[in-house]
């Protein structure tokens, strides 16, 4: 149990400082600053909304949507084919911004996703609105007068594979873990151990599937391009947690009653429900952004 515990946490400080070298979240230090973005808007202005919208597209989705990006996120490549962008009802309405997704996404912090370094400013935000409520022109953009579009860091195979997984394998860790944690308050109410094996066992499952979550979150993360710095480090801090009253589990079962660290036992499992609850506050918010719960 220790060498597994052990290990578990030795493959989430490596993948963590690893993650850090192959992705680091300073890449907006090579972003231009909001003047720069404002500069670059105010330079293209003049040719109409196709012009401004299509600058903000290139500047800030291109990396991720277009067929710029190998493998673009959510299979949605052609951000800057505007004859086909303004075509596609999935994602345009024309003339209709509340309608379209497109907009909707933006409008409610989705797009960019939190922690993306690429943020809009208002003035970029009022241009992809302005360009729908047109009525969505494909035309005309002069290629001459647009900023350069930014430099695409394409991520391994190995990385984009293990960050596919996060989705998946994120929801029994949580589920798991809350179950321990129920348990063991039924154990306290009831006195009836098999409470206690139920919380050892949910404990155990869970704290293995929450390294594998927080494995392949870094990976998911890197792999698009996300700065979630905060979720990013919660994520390892809850499963570090987890493995931490794992050991005072283990101890609790083997040593006398008197003897048992009972009371930082139930610390810990408190702690790290705290910290998976905040992480998947934070990893909603992210996927669905504020407006999931009403903001």
Known sequence: MRRLLATAALLLLLVSLTGMQARPDDVAANAPEDSDRAAALNAVAITGTAQDAYA??????????????????????????????SRAGEYVVRGQPDKSSLWTVIAD????????????????????RTW???????????????????????????????GQ???LVIHFPIGLLLAAALAEILFVLRRDDRYRAAAEFCLLVGTVGSCGAALSGWLFAADLGYALTTHRWLGIATSLFALATCQLAVRVRRLPPDDAPILGYRLALAATIGLLVVTSHLGGIATWGASIFGG
């Open 165 to 167: 997984w996060h989705p």
């Open 109 to 128: 912090g989705s797009m960019p996703p939190p922690g993306y370094e690429a943020a809009l400013s208002d003035a970029e935000r009022s241009a992809v």
């Open 56 to 85: 903000v597209f290139a500047e800030t989705c291109s990396a991720c949507h277009s067929a710029r990006s190998e493998r673009p996120k959510g299979d949605f490549g052609f951000i800057l084919d505007l004859h086909r962008l």
């Open 132 to 162: 729908i409520e047109d009525g969505a022109p494909p035309g005309p953009i002069d290629p001459s007068v647009l900023p350069p579009l930014p430099a695409i860091e394409e991520t391994s195979a190995l990385v984009h594979w293990g």
